[in-house]
């Protein structure tokens, strides 16, 4: 179970040691293109996955004592406040440097693209075990390839999970000590808070290390349990049960199957993804991965069974499965260096193996990152909607808003669409609009002066209101309809605020 193919048990952590010493500026370079590349797409105001705003930014933003959009994961109690806490610095500082709603969602990006850095830092140590080429073909790929660089600004519990994963299995496999089986420990830990799926994958980590001495199980679980009773005094210290969170997913998921409301996919639908995401570079990368994972067999054991295990859940998403890509693309970068190493063998070959691998992993990292329809997808998702409510909270004179049939996950949370003015919304499914949404918005029209409302429901709205701002958001077009005067809120209004409305949804 050994990291590297190294018959010496003590030469991997003195290569990784001096690796670093020689080459410092070379690491620092590899991490500043790193930075170059994740730091500008924190302003890219796209949006993965509806989570990273309404399960970590709004319920950040209401432990600083604002209103924010609460979902029906949070009224049942299946997620706990370990993230949202930790977002809750960046998120008041953003809204300190920019009170304008874009502050608080730009910086807790930031922190996550500076926390991605993490993977590149192991990625280089991982390689320093065999060889300072592969350490540096091993950063060069974590730093550059598409997938990781697309995920690293984004608030989701997969990619923060990684970064702290990955590091632990450095700090496990690499001549663990007491202290390092300590901080390893405690990093899995807090990364199973972050999102408790990735635990069978680093489950396969722990006995890994542990099997043929199991005193390193010791102070490894002894860093887990002080992690885990710091994450128990954040939930105490919001007044939640200590991992009640984690009895009512399970609940919730797996005994009432509210996961696969949101689609259910067969088997082999993350098989299928590597196709559709790598097109027939899969061949090749998968020939790299056969070449490197003799240097870290472990990483290829916890990939494989992060796979397995979503892959026997109903409802699945490629996000779910970050941790799997990163070790694989580890992995890849190993076995490509053993490539480039046969090539420095040779006189003609020495100088330019290095930047002719180099410039085939950024050439295959550009062309992939557009070549797929769902790529293409993740980069311009929620576009629309963030220019729509950067319209909208930049209205000086909008006192309240409603919304009518456009869904509010695909927009970018209450602070950026409203800022302290009401929310309200008025819904095809709600009980209380049901079969009378003209009536409804018409009732209730004194309550707010700006409707953001889906294109093909716009002659439903009162007479009043006037087009402004139109754009796409999620697969139909919104636009912004306004009328003159001030807001009055009237007991017409009041059912349809929209913590309300999702009530009624349970949603």
């Known amino acids: 179970m050994r990291t590297s193919a190294d018959p010496s048990p003590g030469r991997a952590g003195r290569i990784s040691l001096a690796a670093t010493r020689i080459h410092p500026l070379t690491l ?72 304008d709603g874009s502050g608080a969602f730009v910086v807790p990006r930031l922190a996550a693209a500076l926390a991605s850095l993490s993977i590149v830092i192991s990625a280089w140590l991982f390689g320093a075990r065999v060889s300072r080429l592969h350490a540096i073909v091993a950063a060069f790929v974590a730093a550059i390839w598409f997938e990781i660089v697309m995920f690293a600004p984004h608030t989701l519990s997969e990619s923060l999970a990684t970064a702290l994963i990955v590091p632990a299995a450095l700090l496990l496999t690499d001549r663990p000590s007491r202290m390092r089986l300590l901080a390893g420990g405690a990093l899995l830990a807090f990364a199973f808070v972050c999102r408790f799926q990735y635990a069978p994958a680093t489950a396969v980590l722990v006995v890994g290390v542990c099997w043929r001495d199991w005193r390193n199980l010791i102070p490894t679980i002894a860093g887990g349990i002080i992690a885990l009773l710091l994450a128990a005094v954040i939930d105490l210290a919001h007044g939640a049960v200590p991992f009640g969170w984690l009895v009512a997913n399970i609940e919730q998921n797996l005994l009432h199957d509210r996961a696969a409301e949101f689609g259910v996919s067969p088997m082999i639908t993350y098989l299928s993804s590597f196709w559709i995401t790598w097109s027939v570079a899969i061949v090749l990368l998968i020939a790299a991965i056969w070449r490197g994972w003799r240097h870290a067999p472990l990483l290829l054991a916890m990939a494989l069974t992060d796979i397995l295990f979503h892959s026997l859940i109903a409802h699945k998403e490629y996000r779910f499965i970050f941790l799997s890509v990163v070790l694989l693309m580890i992995l890849a970068a190993l076995g490509s260096s053993d490539w480039v190493q046969s090539l420095r063998a040779r006189r003609a070959w020495r100088p330019w193996a290095l ?135 009237t007991p017409a209004a009041v059912p349809f605020a929209m913590n309300d409305v999702l009530g009624r949804l349970n949603y």
Request: hydrophobic letters at 50%; a neutral charge.
């Open 28 to 99: 620092i370079l590899l991490l500043a293109l790193a930075l170059a590349l994740r730091l500008p797409l924190a302003f890219w105001p796209n949006t993965i996955h509806p989570d990273e705003i309404f399960q970590y930014l709004e319920p950040a933003w209401r432990t600083l004592g604002h209103d924010g959009i609460v979902t029906w994961e949070w009224r049942y109690g299946i997620r706990g406040w370990f993230l949202p806490t930790l977002m809750a610095g960046p998120v008041a500082l953003g809204d300190w440097m920019a009170p």
């Open 355 to 489: 930047p002719a691998a180099a410039g085939g992993w950024a050439l295959l990292s550009v062309a992939l990152a557009g070549a797929s329809e769902p790529m293409r997808d993740h980069w311009m998702r929620g576009i629309g909607a963030a220019r729509l409510a950067a319209a909208l909270r930049g209205d000086p004179q909008l006192c309240g808003l409603a919304l009518y049939n456009v869904p509010f996950h695909l927009l970018p949370g209450r602070e950026r669409l409203t800022g302290p003015a009401p929310l309200y919304a008025v819904q095809p499914a709600d009980p209380l609009a049901k079969q009378r949404m003209p009536a409804a918005v018409r009732s209730a029209s004194p309550a707010f002066n700006r409707i953001l409302v889906r294109a093909d429901s716009v002659a439903e709205l009162p007479p009043d209101y006037s087009r402004r701002d139109c754009d796409a958001v999620g697969n139909a077009t919104a636009c912004i309809y306004a009328r003159a005067g001030t807001c009055d809120a």
